[in-house]
């Protein structure tokens, strides 16, 4: 028996779910790439880019690309072969940054600090403190890890970088969190930071982007190519010179359509707060489905440290492949699989970009409902996250 008719709902971390308004905008006659329409819309679509990442000192250039290619971007114009960085890692992909930045010819160190977890300011600060000579050129960490869940505190690593009195860039992967995290370019001292198009950002894959400040700016590593060196693309002197080569037309009207939606229709701050109350909905059902020995536990432990963009949740006897193929095959909901050391015994609600109460509630619902099929016994995660809406819709 399937019930999975309707609109089939994509509920894993990325890509997220794309507003119509957003695919519209796509649906058009390819544009002229020099001049016109396209060309005039991108100037303003740059200087948007700059608003969501909440930064007037910086610059961005945009890659036809997904968020790897903005990885390689990034290594490729700070670095140089034999240059020493470290990558701290608390689940999954600092530690890709850093394999990125390794096969490039980087000295990049990774140090995992658990996948239960944020990353500890405090052993930055020692590592950085242990580096008497300021060998170390940059400190690599992500906002979110998309596999764990678990949310750094970008400005308190920040500090912990300046407690060290070392000079050492600052990069910060916010692929899965712009749009979706508060973030704060440069009030935060991010000297660099990595982001992709199809997650908070609501567009297809095949964009990304690096933001980068003016300290980073002045610095020029011998990995740099063509392809990939942002100079020209952040302060082009020919349209042309923006992407590389013809410009991702219809991405970008896309991505332009998207940023409307994001800062002049809803506002960036309260995108936030939106995301926030969806994200407390998904945990506070994990919760009460867990209560008592239940089937289900939040992977991150520290509550100040679980992202809004994702929730990873790990199973105890039951088989989490089967729940998710039971949404999929007969409720038409996509869940997201377990990645890493959790691979076999945890699931991943994404709850990131174009979402509302009826889309994460509907998901919920499939999943408790999936409980009741297989004979998993649980406590009452719906009405839990449906409580915890009704808060949120009586904030101020
Ligand atoms: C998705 C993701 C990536 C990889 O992005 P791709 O577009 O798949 O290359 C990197 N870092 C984080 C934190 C992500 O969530």
């Known amino acids: 028996m399937s019930l ?38 991108v100037s303003g679509l740059y200087e948007d880019l700059l608003r969501v990442a909440r930064t007037r000192e910086g610059r961005v250039a945009v890659y036809a690309a997904n968020g790897h290619g903005a990885w390689e971007a990034a290594i490729s114009n700070l670095f140089s ?4 960085a470290v990558a701290l890692d608390c689940g999954r992909f600092a530690e890709g940054w850093a394999m990125t930045a390794r096969q490039m010819g980087v000295d990049c160190q990774v140090v995992s600090t658990g996948e239960r977890g944020p990353v500890p300011p405090e052993t930055v600060e020692a590592l950085l403190r242990a580096d008497v000579n300021h060998e170390i050129k940059a400190v ?25 009195g070392h000079p050492a860039l600052f990069l910060v992967d916010c692929i899965a969190s712009l749009g979706t995290e508060t973030f704060e370019f440069d009030a935060w001292g991010v000297d660099v930071m ?21 300290r980073a700016w002045e610095v020029r590593g011998d990995l740099v190519t063509a392809y990939w060196d942002w100079r020209p693309r952040a302060a082009p002197e020919m349209f042309y010179q923006r992407f590389g080569g013809t410009a991702p ?9 998207a ?4 800062l002049e229709e809803e506002g960036i701050e309260a ?38 963009a994702v929730t990873t949740i790990l199973t105890r006897g039951f088989p989490p492949a089967a729940l998710r193929k039971l949404c999929e095959d007969q409720m038409g909901v996509t869940l997201g699989i377990g990645l890493g050391r959790y691979a076999g015994t945890s699931f991943r609600i994404g709850h990131m970009g174009w979402l509302n109460p009826p889309m994460i509630l509907g998901t919920l619902g499939a999943v408790e409902t999936a409980f009741n099929v297989m004979g998993v016994s649980h406590g009452a995660g719906v009405a839990a996250a449906a409580e915890t809406i009704a808060r949120g819709l009586s904030e101020a």
């Open 194 to 214: 990595v982001a992709g198009s199809q997650k908070g950002l609501m567009t297809p894959p095949g964009l990304s982007f690096a933001f980068v400040g003016p």
């Open 259 to 262: 940023a409307t939606m994001l």
């Open 81 to 84: 072969r034999g240059d020493k």
């Open 271 to 308: 995108a936030w707060r939106r995301q926030r109350i969806l994200a407390d909905a998904t945990r506070a059902a994990v919760e009460a489905w867990g209560e008592n020995g239940g089937p289900v536990e939040l992977n991150v432990q520290d509550e100040a440290a679980r992202a809004n």
């Open 249 to 257: 037309t219809h991405l970008l009207f896309g991505l332009r359509q």
């Open 140 to 164: 690599i960490v992500v906002q979110v890890d998309t596999a764990s869940s678990a949310r750094n505190d970008i400005p308190a690593i920040r500090k912990a970088i300046d407690a060290a």
């Open 4 to 41: 999975a008719f309707g609109r089939h709902f994509l509920s894993i971390p990325g890509p997220s779910v794309m507003p119509d308004r957003v695919l519209n905008a796509m649906h058009r006659d390819a544009p002229n790439i020099y001049e016109g329409a396209l060309a005039e819309m």
